[in-house]
């Protein structure tokens, strides 16, 4: 880049930072989502969950078909 060029869009300079920002915020959350670790341990965390009665049986049973299908997903892109 140019100094010209830098000067010129210096005025857009918080907007490029907010969006690297936005685009570094977004591959944690992919990361986090493929660590198959996060997922046992919300699966631990509901059978803590069933045993204090916290949640009913209905609600534990949805979310963890709702880890299980992430798990599975996460596996099959790993094995593509």
Same mark, same amino acid.
């Given at each position: ?23 570094? $915020?977004? @591959?944690?959350?992919? =990361?986090?989502?493929? /660590? *198959? ?6 699966? +631990?965390?509901?059978? #803590? ?5 916290? $949640?009913? @049986?209905?609600?534990? =049973?949805?979310?963890? /078909? *709702? ?6 997903? +996460?596996?099959?892109? #790993?094995?593509?």
């Amino acid at each position: 880049m140019g100094l010209i060029t830098g000067l010129l869009t210096l005025p857009l300079a918080p907007v490029r930072g907010a969006v690297w920002v936005a685009e570094r $915020l977004e @591959e944690q959350a992919r =990361a986090e989502m493929r /660590d *198959e670790s996060s997922i046992h341990t919300a699966l +631990i965390e509901l059978n #803590e969950l069933r045993a204090t009665g916290e $949640l009913d @049986e209905a609600e534990i =049973a949805a979310a963890e /078909d *709702e880890l299980i299908e992430q798990l599975v997903e +996460i596996r099959r892109e #790993e094995g593509t």
